[in-house]
């Protein structure tokens, strides 16, 4: 058995840290660029840019009417209801779009809630353009109201043709005790 140092309980406790460090090493640098390599390859998990999109002049496709779908869930223990107002749009690649979801916290307490996007087919996020989205911004609600949702979008008109379908989903996070500590902590 390799000896790194003549004391067992120094020789044990050099080889945890090296197995410690080994393993935090694997999750950071190998596990971040192997999932999303593993996502891209399977189509899923289609991550959204977050930066607001700058719309430029360049016409709409009237040729071409694309299928937005809008799907909304909440993560464990979120206990707003929320929803699309829309389940489905046809747009036209290059028009500015517009749709809202409706949230509504149940509880007599406010809450603050963050929204993560997510793009599939996972090669059309790059053309799908958010210039405003409640995702961009955390949500605090009042208990027992409601709020609408903003959300405006282009399609890029490079997206390619066999792309007929590009379903948006949002899921809905509790991040109450992380607002309230970000306030805190100022």
Not at 18 to 34: D, E, I, K, R, Y
Not at 80 to 87: A, D, G, L, V
Not at 150 to 166: A, H, N
Request: some cysteine; overall charge negative; glycine content about 4%.
């Amino acid at each position: 058995m390799l000896r790194l140092n003549a004391n067992p309980s120094i020789d044990t406790v050099i080889k945890l840290v090296t197995v410690a460090v080994a393993m935090f090493a694997f999750v950071f640098v190998v596990m971040v660029p192997l999932y999303n390599v593993l996502c891209d390859a399977l189509g899923i998990n289609g991550k959204t840019s977050g930066e607001v999109y700058t719309a430029v002049q360049a016409g709409v496709d009237e040729s071409r009417e694309i299928t937005i779908q809008f799907v909304a869930t909440n993560n464990d223990g979120m206990p707003w209801e929320f929803r699309p107002s829309t389940t489905m749009m046809r747009v036209n690649p290059g028009a500015s779009n517009d749709t809202v979801f409706l949230a509504r916290n149940p509880l007599p307490q406010a809450m603050v809630a963050q929204a993560i996007p997510s793009v599939s087919p996972s090669r059309a996020a790059e053309y799908f353009h958010k210039t405003e989205c409640f995702c961009f911004n955390q949500q605090p609600l009042d208990g027992r109201s409601s709020a609408e949702m903003p959300l405006q979008f282009i399609i890029d008109r490079e997206l390619p043709g066999d792309i007929k379908t590009i379903t948006l989903s949002y899921t809905l996070f509790d991040v109450t005790d992380m607002a309230q500590g970000a306030v805190a902590a100022r």
